[in-house]
């Protein structure tokens, strides 16, 4: 299975300052179809997560455009511009290249 | 508006069946995957299987066989069956649509294996 190791595992974070999380892989992402499929969630208590970025940068339909998303290979960034009171909860990368299974990084529990 | 909508026993004991189905409002089965993901403090989020609306489906190797995803177009339906459960089983329990799950997902189901 393709291991996914996210840091930092806590990341404190103060409104209105940029973020970031990595996420690195044990092996390259890169799909022979030409994509990369790594893509980043964000979870709330008690709520499913919800995709955020697909294929390492392009964002979800309703997503703000502070989150982007970067990397290749094996080396993977989520960048938040500026913190907002709404973006605390866990996030999480996870792989769909070389499935099954699915696997997902351990995620980063934000904190403002 | 897409919504799933999933059901199932929360409470099970070892050895038992975990089945737990999710239904499908506005919007269609066909020409996607639908997808189990579960959640737990061990493991996080773990894939568990997911299937196409032609009945073909893919399974987490971990689940050692366990697992069976079956989809009923007829009712816009998917459910999961895991058999033999055991304490590491206990989780959230999600569907959720797309192989790689985007907006739509279901509310959750806490599943709980205990003696």
């Known amino acids: 299975d393709v291991v996914l190791t996210q840091s930092p595992l806590f990341l404190p974070v103060t409104l209105g300052e940029p973020a970031s999380i990595s996420c690195r892989s044990n092996?390259?992402?890169?799909?022979?179809?030409?994509?990369?499929?790594l893509n980043w969630f964000h979870q709330r208590p008690g709520q499913p997560p919800r995709r955020l970025i697909y294929?390492?940068?392009n964002r979800d339909s309703g997503v703000p455009d502070r989150f982007s998303g970067s990397g290749s290979g094996t080396d993977f960034t989520l960048k938040i511009n500026r913190v907002e009171a709404e973006d605390a909860g866990v996030f999480y990368c996870m792989q769909g290249s070389y499935w099954p299974p699915l696997t997902f990084g351990g995620g980063t529990k934000v904190e403002i | 508006q897409v919504q799933l909508q999933q059901w199932g026993a929360g409470l099970l004991k070892p050895s038992e069946t975990l089945s737990l189905s999710c239904d499908v409002y506005g919007g269609s089965l066909i020409n996607f995957h639908w997808t189990w993901i579960r959640q737990s403090p061990e493991k996080g989020l773990e894939y568990i299987g997911e299937?196409?609306?032609?009945?073909?489906?893919y399974y987490n190797p971990s689940l050692k066989s366990r697992a069976t995803i079956s989809i009923d177009t007829s009712k816009k339906r998917f459910s999961l069956k895991l058999t033999s459960v055991t304490v590491a089983d206990t989780a959230v329990y999600y569907c959720?649509?797309?192989?790689?799950?985007?907006?739509?997902w279901g509310q959750g189901t806490p599943v709980t294996v205990s003696s």
């Open positions: 092996q390259s992402l890169d799909h022979p179809d030409g994509n990369t499929y």
């Open positions: 299937i196409n609306y032609n009945g073909t489906s």
């Open positions: 959720a649509r797309g192989r790689i799950p985007g907006r739509y």
């Open positions: 294929k390492v940068s």
